[in-house]
């Protein structure tokens, strides 16, 4: 069963270095029993897009980026039991089996099945059309209460975010295992996110759902304001040391959210933390972090990769809780059309 | 109430670098409502002490060194409730308040009143007598079923061994709280032990009845054996990798345990461990450290510092279980006259 398909759609295309064009190429089709074809609504434009849009890192080109979208099922293949054509969809920004070692484990973003789509491995979703494998696993039904900008949100910076607080919040009661799930429900503890981009954004809302206090800093005064406005105190980094210090008795932060993706921004977090407190880090690390032992010493770190399946669901909470203050995230909502001339952060490819 | 204490006391008294005597020194007096006066049965000679006797750290001397100690309580000081003179005891290698911010939370190892004897903030065990601040939350009754030498263990090294494999234990399940503590029952996943030496060899131990498979490496042979008879695969370092990829079917050790204290034992322990895996270190890094962001990502790690007071009571059960194997760690018992030309680690000396 399936909707109407065109035999060619419109895409954009990443031919080389900062050269994008929109094509007509052919509508992908089912491959496999698992797949779906996801008629694309909206379709977002993620800061990790534009490594391969700037050449940050050696690939092959001519495939269609795009991870963050919102749509409708087209077609599904003969396996694929929990959607139908018609369906209202959000994808996960990586698909995954939901059988193997790491989905066994929540850990959806490692599954050894994944695909990564809109990268050279898989065409992705700024396209009218795109071809989903694992849907049953990577896709979910996308709530109707909350407009469709906002909801591709959902399929990779909020539960980026909201990992980013929880991981921290849960590794500080780790070792005291059996009173971690209370702990998790307490907002208690001093929390200081480092980043006050999108995600760091995000982190915060979350953050304040989980920590009594949430302190953010950043060296763009403009994005001080938005993590004000997002609920943290938020300061430059030298009146923040002395804030903290006064509110914890010279402690440190309970925990650190490193939302920047830089070694500095690290060392900042060691430098903030308390012993045998936790820093939570997401952002990708491409250098080597040269480390002082003395002040690893006691403390606890988590780094990585959000698996959105996870945390799908108190990101969805957090979203209902807080569209007003999301609204922002979006500056940008253009028709494939003007792609050429758009080619920046916070839009919303608009195929409706 | 008190037994009779003599007026002076031999005492071992760190002079200088490489430099020992035996002294005759006041018998220390109750200075505190809260302190306990130790008359020394046996006091161990750690490897930390030796950091000191080589100079090591910058530091005064003419001190007393030694917190590895069992003893018997001579006098207590009027606010001390638990104890009593002629108790046999052991003590946490720091002493904790209990109450502070960081006992609250199990952590006594950072009490914020704190004092490490056997330093020269305050005089150690290697003596005839002691006095130990904050009796009642720092000391422990010592069981009358092991042989003191034995029971000397769980006054540093064995509590750190346990904590090390402990926590990398609960690291791995800490971002699922609600199943954390019935993960720590189970015996289950792959660890790996980086670092064979008593403190390793304690871990293995521990690590025994937390995972269902351990390894072990290190670069002596002799250590690999002692490794192997603690119930550890001990296998030099490439072998190792070969075994584990096998076992753990190419995705590397579900937790590694770091216990050498050096950046190239923490890259190793990267370089084995899986994607969501958990690394937990307890040697002492005093360099920098540098890691590979790319490396660090989807990893948990944590450093430190063992709060004795929390892991005394599995420590005990893991050496109760395991007397024999523990027999080695004691190599000599000698009395203080012959320290000045026994200065060698696995030494304890006897008082009685």
Redesign the interface.
Known sequence: MSLSIPPTMKALVIKAPFKIAVEERPTPRIVDANDAIVRVHQSGLCGSDLHWYRGHQPSSYNFILGHEVIGEVAEVGSAVKKFKPGDLVLAAFSTSCGEC??CS???S??CVHSQNFGTPMLDGAQAEYFRLPQADTTLFHAPVDIPKDKLVLLTDILPTGY?VA??AK??L??????T??N??QQQSGVCVVIGCGPVGLCAISAACTLFETVFATDIAPHRLESASRHGAIALPLEQLKQKLMEVT?G?GADACLEVVGH?SALQTALDLVR??GAIS?CG???????????Q??????????CSVNKYMEPALALLRENQALFSSFVEHKIPLSQAEENKVAKTVFDFE
Chains 1, 2 share one sequence.
């Open positions: 070692f790491y484990q929540q850990h973003a490692r990992q929880y991981n849960t590794l009661s780790s070792d005291v295992p059996e971690a799930a702990a998790i008795e402690r070694s012993p045998y880090s990708v690390h491409t250098q080597v972090a040269p480390l002082a032992g003395s690893l010493y006691g403390k606890k770190m988590m780094f990585g990769r």
